[in-house]
């Protein structure tokens, strides 16, 4: 493996609930469908092709979930790049229904949770989840209940390791009380960085922080932004700045980047040879617009 042919190995890697080996720069499939996050993707040959040009540029981490299409996502996931090879580490999510284009809705009842599981292991093709993240707290369900079905299909050996997604530091302890949590999903980027409690709890207790919607970039980047001057100085994407400057913000920080095309998978990608130096870092921290 090299960097020049293989730049996601650049990004480092982390020890994914103290056993899976994962590429710190991964690969999130949400923009694999269509407008809403909802049916069949424009040009699905390209979403092929961009799901085993992952595996090519040394990415081993990807993010999926059954609300994607729904399942529109992980039967693409399968079709390109199954037999999984070996080092793969696929994470997906359950907890959120879908109403239409662009609706959401949480649902956290155990026997709804414990069939999204099995649907996913059918359509991903797996024996085991690597990672099963709850998408979304339902607030109409005890938060035990919801964490203790995956937990017990933890025990069933249908799923390796439980994350959360959207939640809060105390939300994150609760629900530490009933299963062992080695991720949290967090909207988290350049430019939203709310969830700074969140991270700085999860890299305190040495738990994945997987930002959500990481390429923010369009309200910092004015003619007079440093986010501009940076990426025109180093003759770089502004979007490959705001994932160098993720990786660098913390050890913990697996961002997966989404994209519907080769070029653009390959720009991102790009990003994770990319080396901020303390002024740079220190410059794009001081522009965010959510504190």
């Known amino acids: 493996m090299t960097i020049s042919n293989q730049p996601a190995s650049a990004s480092g890697t982390y020890l994914l609930g103290g056993d899976l080996q994962v590429t710190r720069l991964g690969y999130g499939t949400m923009q694999l469908t269509g407008p809403g996050v909802w049916g069949d993707p424009k040009d699905p040959d390209e979403a092929i092709r961009v799901l085993r040009r992952t595996a090519e540029l040394g990415i081993n981490f990807i993010d999926t979930a059954d609300a994607y299409g729904p399942f529109t ?50 359509h991903l093709g797996l024996e085991r989840i690597d990672l099963l993240q709850l998408h979304r707290i339902d607030p109409k369900v005890p938060l035990a209940d919801q964490v203790g079905e995956l937990a017990a299909l933890q025990s069933e050996g249908k799923i390796r390791h439980i994350g959360l997604s ?91 980047p989404g994209t519907s095309t080769v070029a653009h998978l390959e720009e991102n990608t790009a990003a994770a040879t990319v080396t901020l130096t303390d002024d740079e870092f220190e410059a794009l921290a001081a522009v965010a617009v959510t504190a």
Not at 78 to 96: F, M, S
Not at 193 to 203: F, G, I, M, N
């Open 73 to 122: 996502a992980d039967l693409l996931l399968k079709k390109a790049l199954h037999p999984y090879r070996e080092d793969l580490v696929i994470a997906t999510k359950v907890g959120n229904t879908r109403t239409g284009p662009g609706g959401w809705v949480p649902v956290g009842r155990p026997e709804y949770l414990r069939q999204q599981v099995e649907l996913n292991l059918r």
């Open 166 to 256: 959207e939640v809060s530091v105390d939300e994150l302890k609760e629900a530490g009380k009933t299963a062992k949590i080695v991720s949290v999903q967090n909207l988290f980027n350049l430019a939203d960085r709310s969830a700074e409690s969140v991270l700085d709890y999860a890299e305190a207790h040495d738990i994945a922080f997987i930002p959500w919607f990481p390429l923010a970039t369009g309200a910092l980047a004015g003619t007079d932004s440093p986010l501009t001057h940076i990426a025109k100085e180093r003759d770089l994407a502004p979007s490959q700045l705001a994932l160098a400057w993720l990786l660098r913000r913390s050890p913990v920080m697996l961002p997966i």
